[in-house]
Nanobody, 122 residues
Framework: QVHVVESGGGLVQAGGSLRLSCAASGSITSINAMGWYRQAPGKQRELVAIITTGGDTNYADSVKGRFTLSRDNAKNTVYLQMNSLKPEDTAVYYC????????????????WGQGTQVTVSS
């Protein structure tokens, strides 16, 4: 069983900062990539940022230069530092672990966290 748990959401004023954390735990051999998606009310879920085991990152254009994603492979944990937050960043942020290898058998799996609310007031 694999669990993905997010933390660090909350309410912040525009221009402020928040740091989200996401930890994957359980029977895990390795995780190819971990990242964050977000979903605002009435909108589709969209990629925010993703990072591979090797440290390669990809960011949505809307967050480039403001958000930084980092990863601790030993802890299967990623951190999303969000600076210069804008009201349009308001959404539920979901952590995603993909390309997960488990010791119980072949194949690659993916897991989602429950989500954490980020609200940016103007």
């Amino acid at each position: 069983q694999v669990h993905v748990v997010e933390s660090g959401g909350g309410l912040v004023q525009a221009g402020g900062s928040l740091r989200l954390s996401c930890a994957a735990s359980g029977s895990i051999t390795s995780i190819n990539a971990m990242g964050w998606y977000r979903q605002a009310p009435g909108k589709q879920r969209e990629l925010v940022a993703i990072i591979t085991t090797g440290g390669d990152t990809n960011y949505a254009d809307s967050v480039k230069g403001r958000f930084t994603l980092s990863r601790d492979n030993a802890k299967n944990t990623v951190y999303l530092q969000m600076n210069s937050l804008k009201p349009e960043d308001t959404a539920v942020y979901y952590c995603h672990a993909l390309g997960v290898v488990v010791p119980t058998g072949p194949g690659l799996y993916e897991y989602w966290g429950q989500g954490t609310q980020v609200t940016v007031s103007s």
